[in-house]
């Protein structure tokens, strides 16, 4: 014989509220390209044919990033001549007081190595996007550290206190 025991109130709605955000969560995940649930090392990623931001392998396709991040490191091997990073406004306000970092990431990701911080700028709403921030290297002729090699765009919250907004970071290795 079955016995039911009663639920209270609270538990049933909390129990509602859950298997609604997980179904939205799983909905959301479901519906991404297979790529778009990758890192920024090469995986393609395939957006819809609306979307102004470009089907590349060196766009972020980070769901939580406020600043859809592109890296482009122009390689052969370890010989690079140039870096290239810019991003997209992913929300529907104006952001304020951000730049473009281009640094070195190290073999595991976990260093940070600045190459360049270029000027300031503002964002509009989604799909609004940054000024390109390039450095070409001085001697394209010589290799390179192997590791990651990223861009990021900050925005200056004021006191001297900074966010990270998105990142993206390319693998150079021989």
Known sequence: MLSFKKIPARARIGATV??????????????????????????????????????????????LAIVIQCTTVNNHRLRVTSITGYGYNDTPSTLNDLHVQIYYAGKNGKRSVNIKNCRNFNLGPFPDRSPECTWHNPHP??????????????????????????????????
Not at 41 to 48: C, E, I, K, R
Not at 146 to 158: E, K, L, P, S
Not at 159 to 169: D, F, I, R
Request: proline content about 5%.
């Open 18 to 63: 859950g298997a609604t955000l997980l179904a939205m969560l799983f909905a959301v995940l479901f519906t991404l390209p297979a790529s778009a649930a990758t890192t920024g090392t090469g995986a393609s990623v395939t957006q819809s044919s609306s979307s102004p931001i470009p089907r590349s392998h060196n766009c972020n396709p980070d769901l």
């Open 141 to 174: 002729d010589k290799n390179v550290r192997a590791g990651f090699y990223c861009t990021r765009t900050w925005q200056n919250n004021g006191n001297g206190n900074l966010s990270v907004l998105g990142t993206e970071c390319e693998k150079v290795e021989r």
